[in-house]
Structures are given as C-alpha cells and as structure tokens.
C-alpha cells in the first residue's frame, strides 16, 4: 500500500478525494490537511460551518468511517518522510509554495493550476496523454526535486480535450469553438458562488477560465519531443459560463476537423478508444470511457453524473456542422468533481503507479 496525503481536504475537491479513496486497493490516506482554521479539528468537526452548525459534505452519502477520527493538519505538520504521494486540492496561490515545498521530497498530483503552464510539467489527463508522464523525469533532474508536480487541467478542459483526442488523431482538427455551461461547485466553497447570484441566472462570464482552456488543450493535444511539448496548432474559442447545476459541466463544441469526419465516423472511433483505452480495469477507471447517446436529449447533468462512477464522458447531439468544411458540432458531459479532479486524480495516480513512476 502506498501512504498517501490529501491537502485541501475540507473543500469540494478535497471531500470528493475522500471518497475516491475510500477502501482504495493501492492507496491508503493517512494524513489529511487544510487551512489553519481547520487544523487540529476531527475530520467531521473541520467541515460543520461554525455559524449555522450544519455539516458541509457536499458529496453524496456519509462520510466514511476511515476519516471519521483522522485529525486534520496544518500544512506545517505534514510529514513528506511518511508520505509516497501527496494530493493537492487548494487554490493555485497557496499550491504554489504548498506543492513547490512538498515536491523536493515526494510526487505531487495537483488540481491547482499553479503549474500548469510551466515548460517542463504536463498536464495529464489519464488514458488520453499518457505519454507526456515522460516529461515528469526531465522536470525532476531541472529542479533537482525527488518528487515532481503533475498536474491535472482545468475541468473544463477536461471533458474538451477528451472528446477531441480520438478526432484529433484520427482526423486532424484545425479549430474549435465551444461553451460551456459550469457547475456551481467548480467554483469550490470558498467564496464559491453565491445562491443569490446563480439561481434562476446564468453569470456569462468566469475569469481567467477561457485562457486556460485555450492554453491547456493545445498543450495536452501536443506532442512531446526533446524534453518539450509542443502545442497542437489548434485554434480554439471559448465562452465559459456558470449555470445552476450543482455538479458537471456541460459543454457545447463545434469543431473543424482537417479531413472529412462524419458523425458516423466520429461515433466509431469513441467506440474502438473505449476498446483500447490505456486505464481498462484501473481501480478508479469506468468500464466506458465515452458513452455517445443518439438520443438528442442527452446529456443532461442529472442523467449523466453518475455514469461510471463520475468517470465516463458523455457525447450527444453528434451532427454535420455546415458553417465549416469538414465541421461536426456535438454536446458533451464531463464530471467536473470526478474525472475533472478529485476521481480523475486518482486515476492518474493508478496510471503513474502502473508505471511504476510513483
Ligand atoms: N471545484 C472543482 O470542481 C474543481 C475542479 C478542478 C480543479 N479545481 C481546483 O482544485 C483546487 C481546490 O478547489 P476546490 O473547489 O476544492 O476549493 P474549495 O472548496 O474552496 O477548497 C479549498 C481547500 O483548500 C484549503 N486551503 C485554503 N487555503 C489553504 C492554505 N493556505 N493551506 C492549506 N489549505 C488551504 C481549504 O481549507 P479550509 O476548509 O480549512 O479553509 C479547503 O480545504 C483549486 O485549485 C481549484 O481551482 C476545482
């Protein structure tokens, strides 16, 4: 069993963490972090709002037993010396000193987007760039770390980049235009999203999101050659916008691909992925990595989040787009507490393990 941390575990992220490695048959939590307000506190008295006294899990079912009596700690009292891997759930400004300062000693996996955009750090997502781990080696010998930050994307990203990858091979894509319409608790909970301010609305704009997605799909679409990933030259535009779900994005994509690709031909190369799929039968991976609904009602939020445990994308809505020449247009679903983060995360601690990187 390797000895796993979880830092960031009070927060949305950080309680789907919980979950994700409950009974795990690899990992075992054994020490639990967040922010000094919640240091020193059992695990169920660090996520009671202090005011109204109510019990702040957002995820579904109890809390499990496992952390009932785990105390969480301060950053500070984290021992990396019993750690193999430490998971890092916290807002990109803290990650960065959090993960720098932990990954001189021990792998860091990370949802922050704190090291995204550095030249020698991939961003993963597992069973889609598998290969770009390799960069992990070269980011280790370039700050003379024991460890290594590998950081997933943005969960916007995340359901993007997945539909596109077996296009993208297989037919080449030259642009791509999407919106998206974000769950609440990908804002996290603090601040969060006001009730206020999301029911009955749709807020048009969150800050700094587009760039990321634009940035990050270019770069988990790149290959990696030399030591570098060079980005996929890929044009992309996004509009990404808050909705009133509470979990799982959804997301509208047109894309233009560089050879003809018809919505019969894009259907069938989800299905030969599933077949191929690099993560099959890891602890955390769905038995479907796509499901393509012909249904033009699907995906909705409710019918979809529980798919695979989280952990399955769902395509919809697969039509010939007429504004481009080779176009197709399609909806998607992705979780973005479960294969967006948390779940995702782990999964791509399986496929690290599996390689025997961590
Ligand atoms: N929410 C999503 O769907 C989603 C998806 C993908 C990626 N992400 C990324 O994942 C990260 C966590 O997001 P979230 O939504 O879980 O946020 P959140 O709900 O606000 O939780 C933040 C967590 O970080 C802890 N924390 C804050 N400052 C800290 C510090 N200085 N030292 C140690 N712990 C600290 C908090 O502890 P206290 O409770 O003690 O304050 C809490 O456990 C962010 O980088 C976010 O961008 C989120």
Not at 52 to 71: A, C, F, S
Not at 194 to 205: F, H, R, T
Request: proline residues 6%; aromatic residues 6%; hydrophobic residues 35%.
């Amino acid at each position: 069993m390797k000895k796993v941390g979880i830092v960031g575990v009070t927060g949305a992220v950080g309680q789907e963490f919980v979950i994700s490695l409950d009974k795990h048959p690899w990992f075992q939590v054994t020490q639990i972090a967040a922010s000094e307000k919640s240091a020193g506190k059992t695990y169920p008295e660090a996520i009671r709002d202090p005011n109204t006294h109510v019990l702040k899990w957002q995820v579904g079912g109890e809390v499990p037993d496992y952390v009932k009596n785990m105390i969480v700690r301060s950053v500070d009292e984290i021992k990396p010396e019993e750690l193999d891997l430490l998971f890092s759930a916290v807002e990109s400004e803290a990650a960065r000193d959090i993960e720098t300062r932990f990954a001189k000693d021990i792998p860091v996996i990370s949802t922050s987007s704190a090291y995204r955009y550095e030249p020698d750090v991939p961003i993963l997502i597992p069973g889609i760039n598998d290969e770009h781990a390799a960069l992990l080696e070269t980011q280790k010998k370039n700050r003379g770390w024991k460890g290594f930050v590998a950081p997933l994307p943005n969960c916007t990203t995340t359901g993007l980049v997945i539909t596109l990858k077996p296009l993208y091979e297989k037919y080449g894509a030259k642009k791509v235009i999407m919106t998206s319409m974000q769950a609440i608790s990908g804002a996290g909970r603090t601040p969060g999203v006001s009730a206020m301010d999301v029911i009955d609305n749709i807020i048009p704009y969150i800050p700094k999101e587009e760039n990321k997605v634009r940035i990050e799909t270019k770069k988990i679409l790149g290959k990696l050659k030399d030591g570098k990933i060079e980005p996929a030259d890929i044009r992309v535009s996004c509009t990404c916008t808050r909705v009133p779900v509470i979990d799982g994005h959804t997301e509208s994509v047109f894309v233009e691909t560089t050879s003809d690709c018809t919505p019969e031909d894009a259907k069938k190369t989800y299905e030969e992925y599933n077949k191929g799929s690099t993560v099959k039968g890891f602890p955390s991976a769905p038995e479907n990595y796509y499901v393509v609904h012909d249904d033009p009602t699907r995906p909705q939020p409710r019918m979809e989040r529980e798919v695979g445990g989280g952990m399955t994308t769902t395509i919809g809505r697969m039509e010939k787009e007429e504004l481009f020449d080779h176009g197709l247009k399609y909806m998607l679903f992705s979780h973005n507490k479960k294969m967006g983060s948390a779940k995702g995360a782990v999964l791509l601690a399986e496929m690290l393990y599996k390689k025997g990187i961590i």
